[in-house]
């Protein structure tokens, strides 16, 4: 048995087979952080995964193109209330995958959205009091968000592996996740 999350959105083909392309280019002419078990590049705030923490006064610049206008979009389609600022690309080759979190909670605003490129690949989400959990596949252009418990109160994950059961093996994935720091007063 599966669960369903409340506050999670999954918009397939939220963007173009042609666009896919161009913004993996762009991003593979990025340079790439590989201090941690899996690539990634920070965009607008560096986030400190050990300190769990986003220093609101020290932006990185201003995002790349690209990111600027999925963020555009995002709030034109009232995804997100203000511009999402913050962005981290990861990338997953076959056999990685992410373990479950909520994300930093004092660090970011409350939506979430993913965008996956490339390979699809199977999340799965854990209850707050124990209980079955929901897989979710995210297939390649889709967009996913999380807002109020999906954002706040379950925990997603990666599993990682090579394959997913009924979809076969997995290739190259990245995510590209829109967050807005938040400003403490
Ligand atoms: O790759 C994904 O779709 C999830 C990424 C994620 O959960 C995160 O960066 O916090
Ligand atoms: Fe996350």
């Given at each position: 048995m599966t669960a369903?999350?409340?506050g999670l959105t999954l918009v397939p083909e939220w963007i173009s087979a042609a666009l896919e392309r161009d913004i993996v280019a762009a991003v593979d002419a990025h340079p790439w952080d590989d201090s941690l078990?899996?690539?990634v590049?920070?965009?607008g705030y560096r986030y400190a995964y050990r300190g769990r923490k986003v220093d609101a006064a020290e932006p990185l610049g201003?995002?790349?193109a690209w990111a600027a206008e999925l963020a555009a979009r995002l709030c034109g389609e009232s995804v997100f209330t203000c511009p999402p600022d913050q962005v981290i690309v990861n990338e997953y080759v076959p056999g990685q995958g992410i373990s479950a979190h909520i994300d930093c909670v004092p660090c970011f605003g409350p939506v979430v959205a993913s965008l996956s490129l490339g390979s699809g690949a199977m999340m799965e989400l854990s209850p707050p009091e124990p209980g079955p959990r929901a897989v979710v596949w995210l297939p390649p252009r889709s967009l996913l968000v999380l807002a109020?418990?999906?954002r706040y109160r379950w925990r997603h994950a990666i599993p990682a592996r090579r394959s997913d059961p009924d979809r076969g093996p997995r290739g190259r994935r990245l995510s590209l996740t829109f967050r807005t720091v938040v400003r403490r007063q």
């Open positions: 369903t999350v409340p078990r899996r690539r590049q920070h965009h201003p995002l790349p109020g418990d999906a």
